[in-house]
Every structure is written in structure tokens, then in C-alpha cells.
């Protein structure tokens, strides 16, 4: 069964810093995908970055990289200078790549508050 | 375009009451997804629906059901509410093709009193 440990339940960054917001996952399937999603206090889910099992690179969205390291099944997101509309609740979560009829679920992890200090 | 839409938005129900949690989508995705959401825990999947006419349970069913009345829509119900559903209610729609694809409602913020 897949299963994401995020275990930092709170981080704080200074503005303008990078942060790394930690994450391990546990799958038996060769083929998957991880996804970060940034929930603000608003309470949408906003999608950030995806990385497949497969890609030879990690993957990068402006501000927000993946830092894939399959061999030690982590998938730790890499926030560069820190903005204080950064601060809100960070997802990561997988799902494993099988025939449409099994669903492609998501499974979450508890997930990590992060606080920007100005 | 609106994406997924959910209704209500809050609700407060008394123990032992009945309701519909009703979700809509018009990006013609085939999969649709019913989430809870409660402090610590992440988002748990309640149920899935792969396509039109199909429902499966995923972690954490009991005390719900589903219908997936069209390809659009993917409702979810409270037969007997009880505290322990007092929580965040997510629904969220995938592309069946490409990388990503996983869109979210606003979400239901539901209190069980």
C-alpha cells in the first residue's frame, strides 16, 4: 500500500531564505507520481509541482523544486526566497499510475505548516 | 470555466440528521474523488469514482455513500450524521491523461454538533 511521511509538522523560514519541506513515500509499483499542493488559510488546494518515477530530472516550477531521490524514496520540496505569502499548510502526496478503472488515488501526507518570518 | 464546484460551502447538522454533500465538474474528467480532511491527518480518501456508473471505497467509507449521478457529478451522503464526520470535505476531479490533471473544490467545511 502507498504511504507519505511528511515528518515536520511546522517549520518556520526567514523571508527571502530557501526552505526544504520533507517528504518519504512508500510504494511497491515501479511507475508513480508525487505531487506538492500549498493549502493557504483560505483552505484551497493549489497545486504546485508533480514529479514522475521515471524523470531523469527534478522537476522545477519558478520558485518551487523537487529534490527526487528514488533510491531513498524521498521528495523533498525546495522553496527559494521565502515570500510571507508562502506561509500556509504543504502537501505531498503520490499516486500510483495504474489503468484508469483503479482510480489513480492520491494518498496524502499529514502535511507541514510553514510560517515566513518577516 | 469553473472547474469543481462544491455545495454547501457550511453546514452544521445535529447528530442523527441526513445530508448530501454535492460536487460538480465540467471538464468532462472521468475519475472523481471524495476527501475529508481533518487536523494531523492529511486529506483521507472517502471514495472514488473511475468513471460514470462506477464507486469504490478508499480509506475511510463508513458512515457514507456516494452516487455518481452522470459524468459530471459525484455526490456524497450522510446517512446518520455523528461528530466523528465533523471535518473538511474535499472534492476533486483528474484529467486521464498527463502528468497532473487533479483539480479541488473550495471545499465543505461540516460540523456535527
Known amino acids: 500500500a502507498q504511504k507519505i511521511t511528511q515528518t515536520q509538522p511546522g517549520m518556520f523560514v526567514q523571508e527571502k531564505e530557501a526552505v526544504t519541506l520533507d517528504c518519504t513515500y512508500d510504494?511497491?509499483?515501479?511507475?508513480?507520481?508525487l505531487f506538492w499542493y500549498k493549502q493557504p488559510s483560505s483552505g484551497e488546494m493549489i497545486f504546485l509541482i508533480y514529479?514522475?518515477?521515471?524523470?531523469?530530472q527534478n522537476a522545477t516550477e519558478g520558485r518551487y523544486s523537487l529534490n527526487f531521490q528514488k533510491a531513498r524514496k524521498s521528495a523533498n520540496l525546495v522553496i527559494s526566497a521565502s515570500q510571507l505569502g508562502d506561509s500556509a499548510m504543504y502537501f505531498c502526496?503520490?499516486?500510483?499510475?495504474?489503468?484508469?478503472?483503479?482510480?489513480?488515488?492520491?494518498?496524502f501526507g499529514a502535511g507541514t505548516i510553514l510560517r515566513v518570518k518577516s | 470555466n469553473a472547474g469543481v464546484t462544491q455545495t454547501p460551502k457550511f453546514q452544521v447538522l445535529k447528530t442523527g440528521q441526513s445530508m448530501t454533500l454535492q460536487c460538480a465538474q465540467d471538464?468532462?474528467?472521468?475519475?472523481m474523488y471524495w476527501y475529508r480532511q481533518d487536523p494531523g491527518m492529511g486529506l483521507r480518501l472517502i471514495y472514488y469514482?473511475?468513471?460514470?456508473?462506477?464507486?469504490d471505497k478508499g480509506e475511510v467509507p463508513n458512515g457514507y455513500n456516494v452516487s455518481r449521478l452522470n459524468k459530471r457529478e459525484f455526490s456524497l451522503r450522510l446517512e446518520s450524521a455523528a461528530p466523528s464526520q465533523t471535518s473538511v470535505y474535499f472534492c476533486?476531479?483528474?484529467?486521464?491523461?498527463?502528468?497532473?490533471?487533479?483539480?479541488f473544490g473550495s471545499g465543505t467545511r461540516l460540523t456535527v454538533v
Open positions: 510504494t511497491s509499483d515501479p511507475s508513480y507520481g
Open positions: 514529479q514522475g518515477s521515471y524523470d531523469q
Open positions: 471538464m468532462n474528467h472521468n475519475s
Open positions: 502526496a503520490m499516486r500510483e499510475v495504474r489503468p484508469m478503472e483503479y482510480g489513480n488515488k492520491l494518498v
Open positions: 476533486a476531479s483528474r484529467r486521464d491523461r498527463g502528468l497532473a490533471g487533479y483539480t
Open positions: 469514482s473511475a468513471s460514470e456508473g462506477t464507486t
